[in-house]
C-alpha cells in the first residue's frame, strides 16, 4: 500500500510540474503576443494637439537623421513643403492626406492644428535617402513660441507622407 502510494504522489508531481510547466510557456507567450501587438501602435506615435504634430519617442542614441545618409542641404522639393502645409491645415482631410496611410484612419478633428498654424521650413535642410526623406522646419502655432522640428517622410505611393517628427 505504502508503494502505491509513492507511486500516485510521484505521478501527481510529475502531472504537477508538467502543468506549471505549460502554464508558463503559455503565459510567456501571451506576454510575447501583447508586445507585438502593442508595438504598431507606438511605432505609429502619437499626435501632440499642443503643437499639433505627430510625435513619435525615440531612443536616445538616434540620430536625427533616422539613418539617411548624405549632409542635409538639398533644396527642400516643392511637393515636401505641400505635405507639410497640409499637415498644419485646420482641415482634418487636409491633415489625414499628409500622414502615411497607416496614421491616417487614427486622427479625429482634434487633431487637426488650431487655425492660423504654419510650418516655417528651413531652407536646404532637406536630406533624401531613395523613398525616405527627413526636413526641419519651426511650427509656429498662435501664442505659444515655435517648436524647432524633424520632420520624417516617406513616399508612399508615389507622394511623400509624414511618418513621424521629433524635436530639432
Do not use: C
Amino acid at each position: 500500500m505504502t508503494r502505491l502510494w509513492h507511486e500516485l504522489t510521484a505521478t501527481r508531481l510529475r502531472v504537477g510540474l508538467i502543468l506549471v510547466a505549460i502554464l508558463s510557456v503559455v503565459g510567456l507567450s501571451g506576454v510575447a503576443v501583447y508586445r507585438h501587438l502593442q508595438a504598431p501602435a507606438a511605432a505609429l506615435g502619437s499626435v501632440d494637439s499642443s503643437a499639433g504634430v505627430v510625435t513619435r519617442q525615440q531612443p536616445p542614441s538616434a540620430s536625427s537623421s533616422a539613418g539617411l545618409a548624405g549632409e542635409a542641404g538639398e533644396p527642400v522639393p516643392r511637393e515636401v513643403s505641400e505635405t507639410l502645409q497640409r499637415f498644419v491645415a485646420p482641415d482634418l482631410e487636409a491633415v489625414r492626406s499628409a500622414v502615411v496611410s497607416q496614421l491616417a484612419p487614427a486622427l479625429t478633428n482634434g487633431d487637426a492644428a488650431p487655425a492660423a498654424t504654419q510650418i516655417d521650413i528651413e531652407s536646404n535642410s532637406w536630406r533624401q535617402d531613395d523613398d525616405r526623406g527627413v526636413v526641419t522646419g519651426a511650427v509656429r502655432v498662435v501664442g505659444q513660441p515655435p517648436a524647432k522640428r524633424h520632420f520624417y517622410l516617406l513616399r508612399q505611393g508615389g507622394q511623400w507622407r509624414i511618418t513621424f517628427t521629433d524635436s530639432a
